[in-house]
């Protein structure tokens, strides 16, 4: 039977080339580059894209070609670049320990880029330690700063005098208030001081001032010219020279009844005062003008008792509570008494010259403005007394207001910490991200080892022949030995520590031919 194998337009076959043959056996020799290769690597892969325009035909189906040539022996025989003079055999075995040594490599480079990455995360914990030592020193600074010394607001740090940690931790929690707080160590001190202390007590609130007489002020008899009886003969000329306080002011100086034909006077010394003269006077200052002498001073009097009953202002300093408002409290305190000292001074005047009006200061704005800052001082007294009343509730809104003033005062070490530290935070996360990917494809890499372990085959049997087959070829200066799993050696026959360095290209030929037989 005719066999035929056609070779068309690969390699040197740039033209169909027919090769006929009816021998069982055929020998095909030729020139390097004249296609034997060609020839023999479609015999061992003819499905290959490449020979799709090469055909065979009259060989049969039932046969398996097997082919023995430079690619059977690349692809069965496999030495480890990193082993020289280690070998396997078998395309399948080669092509996992082929694997198995990428994977090796792979894992390599990644345990090198994992190892920088380690070294780059301690970087970033040294880094963090030392600013949060750093913070914890720094607020350390409260707890020295009040639980020594007079130790009022040594209860404010209760958990926290013997842990630096648990004290950062704590501060750092706190919420930055928005605005700086009102008050001061000093004042909640004063405030521990009077709920806690020996002389803790309630204080009495403090009387309002009160001014009953300011409808004085506002009286129109203080508008009122007051003058004499019109109807007096002297009233004319009184009323021309405008005299009448004058005229009336010299009447205490001349007696009530005039015995002789004339008297002197007392403001020229002459003897011009007549019995006739006094009585016209004393008709012009009648009872309507006695009437409004008379409430004038009325007026005075009261005016001035109603500034009597004014309160001292050591009524009010002897209070625990008046040193916050004392400012305020003695400027309108002092503003009030110049009103009504004024006013005072006001009433006189219209009594000395009833004929000349005067105008009075309403006291209202000045007593309300004093009064006010009196109700702050009240207010302030009774929140005391209800801190007393409640005294453990009220130390710890003492206590809350210390940690918002320790808060503001601390910030800049606080806010810097925490702008460090959740900087840290996102490095770390990245950084550790990156570890758990590395993580990820070293397990990913250990795993395509044992996979691919697992798809190598046994080929002791196939080991075993070949060292048979050496012997029948008189070849006894060697053999072949296991190293490890799938993995050998040729070994000396006299000493199987010496292993070949390297293996010839003779070598690798006749152990893989021997294979392939």
């Known amino acids: 039977m005719i066999s035929k194998i056609s070779l068309n337009n690969v390699a040197c076959f740039k033209n169909l080339t027919v090769l006929e043959t009816d021998k069982k056996v055929n020998l095909i020799y030729g020139?390097?580059?004249?296609?034997?290769?060609?020839?023999?690597?479609?015999?061992?892969?003819?499905?290959?894209?490449?020979?799709?325009?090469?055909?065979?035909?009259?060989?049969?189906?039932?046969?398996?070609?097997?082919?023995?040539?430079?690619?059977?022996?690349?692809?069965?025989?496999?030495?480890?670049?990193?082993?020289?003079?280690?070998?396997?055999?078998?395309?399948?075995?080669?092509?996992?320990?082929?694997?198995?040594?990428?994977?090796?490599?792979?894992?390599?480079?990644?345990?090198t880029e994992k190892?920088?990455?380690?070294?780059?995360?301690?970087?970033?914990?040294?880094?963090?330690?030392?600013?949060?030592?750093?913070?914890?020193?720094?607020?350390?600074?409260?707890?020295?700063?009040?639980?020594?010394?007079?130790?009022?607001?040594?209860?404010?740090?209760?958990?926290?005098?013997?842990?630096?940690?648990?004290?950062?931790?704590?501060?750092?929690g706190l919420k930055k208030p928005e605005n700086k707080p009102s008050k001061t160590i000093e004042s909640i001190k004063e405030e521990v001081q009077a709920l806690a202390g020996e002389n803790a007590q309630k204080y009495d609130p403090?009387?309002?001032?009160?001014?009953?007489?300011?409808?004085?002020?506002?009286?129109?008899?203080?508008?009122?010219?007051?003058?004499?009886?019109e109807n007096s003969t002297v009233s004319e000329l009184i009323n021309k020279l405008g005299?009448?306080?004058?005229?009336?002011?010299?009447?205490?100086?001349?007696?009530?009844d005039i015995e002789?034909?004339?008297?002197?006077?007392?403001?020229?010394q002459e003897l011009t005062i007549t019995k006739q003269l006094l009585q016209n006077i004393k008709e012009y200052f009648g009872e309507s003008y006695e009437a409004d002498i008379n409430s004038l001073k009325a007026f005075h009097k009261s005016y001035s008792e109603a500034i009597q009953l004014i309160p001292n202002k050591t009524t009010f300093e002897n209070n625990p509570k008046y040193d916050t408002y004392k400012k305020d409290f003695e400027l309108k305190y002092d503003a009030l008494l110049k009103v009504v000292g004024d006013n005072l001074k006001h009433i006189e005047d219209k009594i000395k010259t009833p004929s000349v009006s005067v105008s009075l200061i309403n006291t209202t704005n000045a007593l309300k403005e004093v009064n006010d800052i009196i109700e702050k001082i009240n207010k302030s007294i009774s929140e005391h007394n209800s801190k007393i009343d409640r005294k453990?509730?009220?130390?710890?809104?003492?206590?809350?207001?210390?940690?918002?003033?320790?808060?503001?005062?601390?910030?800049?070490?606080?806010?810097?910490?925490?702008?460090d530290k959740a900087q840290s935070q996102k490095n770390t996360d990245a950084i550790n991200k990156a570890l758990k990917d590395f993580d990820f494809e070293i397990g990913k890499q250990k795993q395509i080892i044992i996979e691919q372990q697992k798809q190598t085959i046994n080929i002791e049997e196939a080991i075993s022949n070949i060292n048979n087959g050496l012997f029948d070829l008189g070849i006894e200066d060697f053999k072949i030995k296991p190293h490890s799993d799938n993995l050998y050696k040729i070994v000396r026959e006299k000493n199987d520590n010496r292993i070949f360095k390297s293996l010839s290209e003779g070598e690798k030929m006749i152990i893989s031919f021997l294979y392939f037989i």
């Not at 403090?206 to 004499?228: A, C, P, W, Y």
């Not at 005299?243 to 009530?256: A, F, I, M, N, Q």
């Not at 601390?410 to 806010?415: K, Q």
């Open 31 to 111: 020139l390097n580059g004249t296609g034997k290769s060609t020839l023999s690597d479609y015999l061992l892969k003819p499905n290959e894209t490449k020979f799709k325009n090469c055909s065979t035909d009259g060989l049969s189906n039932d046969f398996e070609v097997l082919v023995y040539n430079q690619t059977f022996i690349q692809e069965e025989f496999h030495e480890p670049e990193s082993q020289k003079g280690i070998f396997t055999l078998s395309k399948k075995n080669k092509e996992a320990e082929t694997k198995i040594a990428n994977a090796e490599k792979e894992l390599k480079r990644i345990d």
């Open 115 to 172: 190892g920088l990455k380690e070294k780059e995360l301690q970087k970033e914990k040294d880094a963090i330690a030392s600013k949060y030592k750093t913070a914890k020193d720094k607020i350390w600074e409260i707890k020295q700063n009040y639980t020594g010394g007079d130790r009022v607001l040594e209860f404010c740090l209760e958990g926290y005098k013997s842990d630096g940690n648990k004290l950062l931790t704590f501060v750092e």
């Open 206 to 229: 403090l009387n309002l001032i009160s001014f009953s007489v300011q409808n004085i002020e506002t009286d129109s008899l203080f508008d009122k010219q007051i003058v004499g009886n």
């Open 243 to 256: 005299s009448s306080d004058w005229v009336k002011d010299g009447l205490k100086y001349l007696p009530k």
């Open 260 to 268: 002789n034909e004339k008297e002197v006077c007392p403001f020229c």
């Open 392 to 419: 453990e509730a009220a130390l710890e809104e003492i206590k809350t207001t210390f940690w918002e003033i320790m808060r503001w005062d601390y910030d800049v070490a606080i806010s810097s910490y925490i702008s």
